[in-house]
């Protein structure tokens, strides 16, 4: 019985971590319904964006007040996490403060002390974040999109923050020992008090139930992550790695298109020709995309990464001046449609079942894509290089090429392009008239 | 006035058995659109003026398909790139500086996927090299102590990060640059991009034109500068719609060197 505690422990370790685990591979076989992109190009640039904009920030406090609060919150996080090595060890081997063991006094002291100090920062940065989201009402948080499960969301990862750091700073100020150090207490010397009068026992009781509270708030905490818009906090680093590295306004040429197109160009091509062999069971290139499977992995995994902050939403022309389009609305429905996509391959054995549903029309309308300038805005917002514009692009091209469902208007002006290289009615033999006008 | 300008073409070049030093790609907008020709004819007269060695495809131009591209039609996109790369890789053009963003965009980035390869310029830039190497010199006098704000075009910032270029040119005129509380990277477009321009908006509240007009005129400007026809189609229609045309002028950058 001595070692049922480690016992438990190991079993919530493992079954937290395994569940984990469980859904990230689901979370990866989901990515992977998007078409395959090269990313061996520009290593070093990718790398150096990891750094600079993952690991650093550096689009993060382009926003000076969230900016540097989310910055807070960051380090402290990364650095408090550190403790949960020590409480690992400590629950499975059942030691008390293994630290205390390797490191000198003061080095463990200085250690817990910042972990303290942060705890304290991410606590006041973390209630200053709910006040913006619940209390300020900024205007981001208020769009149509944050309504009902996305508000909660955001409310609850903010709320078990709270509670991760509060239990952390009990569990120090209800460790007798720890206190009587007087080392890295720095701030639970001052909450050790409210214990005060409590017998030894039940002193033990509280520090050993926050401990506990704490490891199993971790491993909700992180279980949470996948069914959460928190996932940014793995994701973001991958997506940066794969996010564009080549100039914002450079949109890809569509392989399949340029095949055609040369083939029309060849004065040697035999128009009457059969088409090539193909086996029965090849589906033709389909243009553009309806679907999330028709997006590429690196499109899929931006709307996972997406943490709907709605930076590109607040930069967006067409949303400012009230049009229905909000690039936080297509990457959220990008994975509200690929979760679907992804319970449904769930539920037949590996097999996805038409369920007559797809991403255009029965989540994004052809008005919001037809809103786009396609200026960038969303893209130059966005902290962690998602690329929203370059999904309403596919699908524009689905439009376009499979349904022919471009504006009126629109086909006007391709028309004219076709017929006379202008986006007007103009004669081709007149682009040169200006040179004799005034 | 009808000012003679010298604009000679590729086709004209080739038969003298001449190779300009850069081909000037006017666009479909610079072509035809009144008030856009009136931007190249202006940059063509900075071209004399710094006695460059330049030409025209003239009739051989075609839409670069960039419209199209942003409008979902890869297909015309792609026909138009290969029609015209066949023209430009005809005449062995190298260089080549345009006055409208979403050509330089198109040319400088989505061309050489399809086999053409060139060094791509705004005319900004190409400006701002004619001061720097003294081919051109401006008197400085036209415009000194004017307000001038600049709007930056998204397919030129944004999309290829060219901000410094324009503002340095404008510098040049030693006019009062002011920027707009939305700039460089946080610009906000004019409301044409995308295929905007040649379409109705979607229902809204406002139009981006009159919203990027707003912004502007917080800088209480006595011009507007721009960079890209289409950004200034939008700006003159703001500031008309604003009722501020005889106290603002809209111009682009060529207009002002040209008479700088």
């Known amino acids: 019985m001595e070692y049922l505690p480690n016992i438990i422990f190991a079993i919530i370790l493992i079954s937290g971590i395994g569940y984990f685990a469980s859904n990230v591979k689901k979370l990866i076989r989901n990515i992977k319904l998007g078409h395959k992109v090269d990313a061996n190009d520009n290593k070093s640039e990718r790398w150096k964006n990891v750094i600079n904009i993952a690991l650093g920030q550096s689009k993060l406090v382009k926003r000076p007040v969230s900016g540097f609060l989310h910055a807070i919150v960051y380090v402290g996080f990364i650095i408090i996490n550190i403790e949960v090595l020590e409480i690992i060890i400590d629950g499975l081997f059942g030691t008390h403060r293994i630290g205390l063991s390797v490191l000198p006094e003061s080095v463990y002291g200085f250690l817990i002390g910042s972990f303290e100090v942060l705890a304290v920062l991410v606590l006041v940065s973390v209630i200053v974040f709910w006040i913006r989201r619940n209390v300020i009402k900024i205007k981001r948080f208020l769009s149509s999109e944050m309504k009902g499960w996305p508000k909660s969301d955001g409310n609850i990862i903010l709320y078990f923050e709270v509670v991760l750091m509060c239990l952390f700073l009990i569990m120090n100020a209800t460790d007798t020992t720890f206190q009587n150090m007087e080392a890295g207490n720095v701030i639970s010397q ?249 | 006035m009808s000012e003679q300008l010298n604009v000679p073409t590729m086709a004209e070049m080739m038969a003298e058995g001449k190779q300009p ?162 700039h460089k990277g946080t610009a906000l477009c004019c409301g044409a991009g995308g295929a905007q321009m040649f379409k109705d908006a979607e229902p809204g509240n406002k139009e981006i034109n009159i919203l990027r007009t707003e912004d502007a005129l917080e800088t209480q400007p006595e011009i507007i500068a721009t960079g890209c026809p289409y950004c200034n189609t939008m700006m003159t229609d703001g500031v008309k719609f604003k009722e501020k045309e005889a106290d603002i002028k809209v111009m682009d950058i060529a207009e002002l060197i040209a008479n700088a």
């Not at chain 1, 708030?217 to 069914?227: A, E």
């Not at chain 1, 007007?424 to 040179?435: A, F, G």
């Not at chain 2, 705004?122 to 081919?135: A, N, P, W």
Request: aromatic share 10%; charged share 25%; hydrophobic share 40%.
């Open chain 1, 190 to 438: 001052f909450i050790a008090p409210w214990f005060n009068g409590l017998s030894e026992g039940t002193l033990s009781v509280i520090e050993r139930s926050a401990w506990w509270l704490h490891v199993v708030g971790i491993l909700i905490f992180l279980n949470y992550l996948y069914f959460s818009k928190h996932l940014h906090i793995l994701l973001a680093f991958p997506n940066v790695y794969f996010g564009k590295v080549v100039p914002k306004g450079k949109f890809n040429n569509l392989e399949a298109v340029t095949a055609e197109v040369k083939l029309m160009m060849d004065p040697d091509a035999d128009p009457y020709a059969a088409p090539p062999e193909t086996s029965e069971d090849e589906v033709p290139a389909k243009f553009g995309a309806s679907d999330v499977m028709d997006l590429s992995q690196v499109q899929l995994l931006n709307a996972y990464t997406c943490t709907e902050c709605g930076r590109c939403t607040s930069e967006c022309p067409a949303n400012l001046t009230g049009k229905k389009l909000s690039p936080r609305k297509i990457m959220m429905d990008t994975r509200d449609r690929l979760e679907e996509v992804g319970k449904n391959i769930d539920a037949n054995n590996g097999e996805f079942k038409d369920d007559g549903k797809q991403l255009l029309g029965d989540y994004i309308t052809n008005e919001e894509l037809w809103a786009c300038t396609t200026c960038n805005a969303c893209v130059e917002a966005c902290p962690v290089s998602i690329d929203p514009l370059s999904i309403i692009v596919e699908m524009r091209r689905y439009l376009v090429m499979e349904q022919s469902a471009a504006p009126m208007e629109l086909n006007t002006m391709m028309t004219n392009i076709e017929n006379n290289g202008a986006p007007w009615p103009y004669n081709q033999m007149d682009r040169l008239n200006w040179k004799d006008e005034n």
């Open chain 2, 21 to 182: 030093e850069i081909l000037f790609w006017v666009g479909s907008a610079g072509s035809y659109d009144d008030r856009a020709k009136k931007i190249t004819r202006a940059f063509v007269k900075i071209l004399n003026k710094a006695n460059v060695n330049f030409a025209v495809l003239g009739t051989e131009e075609s839409n670069t398909g960039d419209v199209a591209k942003r409008a979902g039609n890869e297909f015309l996109f792609q026909m138009q790139a290969v029609m015209n790369i066949e023209v430009l890789n005809a005449y062995d053009v190298k260089r080549i500086v345009t006055c409208d963003p979403h050509s330089f965009n198109c040319i400088k980035n989505e061309y050489p996927g399809l086999g053409g390869n060139y060094e791509v310029i705004h005319h900004t830039q190409y400006i701002e090299e004619l001061i720097k190497s003294g081919r051109l010199t401006l008197d400085g006098n036209t415009y000194k102590g004017k307000r001038i704000t600049f709007h930056d075009p998204c397919y030129l910032g944004r999309a290829n990060s060219v901000y410094d270029a324009p503002r340095d040119v404008l510098k040049k005129t030693n006019a009062t640059l002011i920027e707009m509380k939305r």
